[in-house]
């Protein structure tokens, strides 16, 4: 193999080692657990961190070719992270891409991914990597579930051409699987995870964690498997589990069958927020430090809500129950990621995850700092990630956002994002504004990335 073709352009890349730039008189909220400090300057090299101290100290030790940025005071805080996205359900590149493109102008530094068409993200997870297109990183789960959930039309979706439940990134697991290759398979698609999603048992789910983590890669799972219960899950010793409405299955009346046999539950059951049994799932949950990727807001979006009165209700149902098991589950001392599992409309100014912070501020009852620390640090955490990402520290990833105002005070200020650095490279939020305000929308533009929140809303009936 030869180096002479240049390849694909990159205007998005990273700036090289050795460029030298700094964001002095910032108002650093660092998502370490400090208080915010005035006057702080962020030296970057390339797309590194290498100090982040007191104005007057950095300015005394800068390189003579260093590019400085005032920032006037500036709210500056860690890059956001989704912690649950789907951008190929079905794969649609330019859709994706306009996503992304919003993802890291509004702020969003990183994403997982929570299984699609790994042939199409795979592409894009290289390309806002590499720059040849802005947007986060993409952290990709591939999925592993019972053969029962392979007629699901999504596992179509994301498999055209080939089988649902036989492609490396979307398998079928039964008792003779052998694991090992199965989770080869997984780590060949360059995965950052496995996604265990429905119709297994407790054993099956805890066989392929073992496996998964000897292979040395991280176990990303439903918070209930169907037969596997929650508790079995956690106790099965996967990193993250998503949907906390699924919670509400732990305790049931009746004993879980499959995924498309939920047993209904009584939602009053969670209304005082002191349910016993989510009180020894969330204790267990902190023993073992297994983050909560809650997905709560979703219930807000129009998608759950369907046409009719019927949907409208259930969605105000979910809503409700999320917002009190959410509660319950932060009171207790689980860490909390902040994922969203939909899209807003292509036409909004900024992404659902924003409504998803709001949520669990407002309907939750979680301090603004908390949840921000949530869509930072919890989020690099979430994504096995945190040495990289999720503060702002020396040592750590470029990975910040500069804003007017200050989130501590409304979450709501995140929309006054005005500049976003993500590996070293500033993505300006007026240039983004003024191109989206010229270019045309598609009358019926739907961002795909929405479309498989309608099926995969998970919620106790």
């Given at each position: 193999m030869t180096n002479e073709a240049p390849g694909a352009p990159t205007p998005h890349a990273p700036p090289p080692e050795g460029t030298v730039t700094v964001y002095r008189g910032a108002t650093l909220f660092d998502g370490t657990g400090r208080a915010p400090r005035p006057s702080t300057s962020i030296v970057v090299d390339g797309a590194t961190i290498r100090a982040v101290g007191d104005d007057v100290d950095i300015a005394a030790s800068l390189p003579a070719d260093a590019r400085v940025h005032d920032l006037g005071g500036r709210f500056v805080m860690p890059g956001l992270i989704d912690s649950h996205q789907h951008i190929a359900t079905p794969p649609d590149r330019p859709v994706a891409e306009a996503v992304l493109d919003r993802l890291v102008h509004s702020g969003v530094t990183a994403i997982r991914d929570m299984a699609d068409d790994l042939r199409q993200v795979g592409d894009l997870a290289r390309a806002t990597l590499v720059g040849e297109i802005p947007g986060p990183d993409i952290r990709y789960a591939a999925l592993m579930a019972g053969p029962g959930f392979f007629d699901d039309p999504r596992t179509h979706q994301v498999s055209q051409g080939e089988i649902p439940g036989a492609v490396p990134w979307m398998q079928a697991v039964t008792p003779d699987t052998d694991l090992r290759v199965a989770v080869a398979l997984a780590r060949g698609t360059h995965a950052a995870a496995i996604k265990v999603y429905a119709d297994l048992d407790h054993r099956t789910v805890a066989a392929i964690t073992a496996e998964a983590?000897?292979?040395?890669?991280?176990?990303?799972?439903?918070?209930a498997v169907f037969p596997a219960t929650p508790r079995q899950v956690v106790e099965a010793g996967v990193d993250s589990v998503s949907h906390v409405t699924l919670l509400a299955f732990e305790g049931a009346d009746e004993p879980l069958t499959t995924y498309k046999n939920k047993p209904k539950v009584d939602h009053r059951r969670f209304a005082a927020e002191d349910d016993p049994h989510l009180d020894e799932l969330f204790a267990l949950m902190c023993r073992r430090g297994t983050?909560?990727?809650?997905?709560?807001?979703?219930?807000?979006?129009?998608?759950?809500?369907?046409?009719?009165?019927?949907?409208?209700?259930?969605?105000?149902?979910?809503?409700?129950?999320?917002?009190?098991?959410?509660?319950?589950?932060?009171?207790?001392?689980v860490d909390l990621s902040t994922g969203t599992d939909y899209e807003t409309d292509p036409g909004e100014p900024f992404p659902a995850l924003f409504e998803e912070l709001a949520f669990l501020v407002r309907r939750c009852g979680m301090p603004p700092e908390e949840v921000l620390?949530?869509?930072?640090?919890?989020?690099?955490?979430?994504?096995?990630?945190?040495?990289?990402?999720?503060?702002?520290?020396?040592?750590?990833?470029?990975?910040?956002?500069?804003?007017?105002?200050?989130?501590?005070?409304?979450?709501?200020?995140?929309?006054?994002?005005?500049?976003?650095?993500?590996?070293?490279?500033?993505?300006?939020?007026?240039?983004?504004?003024?191109?989206?305000s010229r270019a045309a929308r598609p009358q019926d533009a739907r961002s795909s990335a929405a479309e498989p929140a309608r099926a995969e809303h998970e919620e106790a009936r």
């Open positions: 983590h000897r292979q040395g890669i991280p176990v990303w799972a439903h918070a983050v909560l990727d809650a997905t709560a807001g979703m219930w807000e979006s129009d998608e759950p809500a369907g046409e009719g009165p019927e949907d409208a209700a259930r969605a105000r149902a979910n809503s409700r129950l999320a917002a009190h098991v959410t509660a319950q589950a932060y009171r207790a001392g620390r949530s869509a930072t640090l919890i989020g690099a955490r979430s994504a096995g990630a945190e040495d990289l990402m999720g503060s702002v520290e020396p040592g750590k990833l470029a990975n910040f956002v500069v804003l007017d105002e200050n989130p501590l005070l409304d979450i709501d200020h995140l929309r006054s994002v005005t500049l976003t650095v993500k590996r070293g490279r500033r993505y300006e939020r007026a240039a983004y504004d003024a191109a989206h």
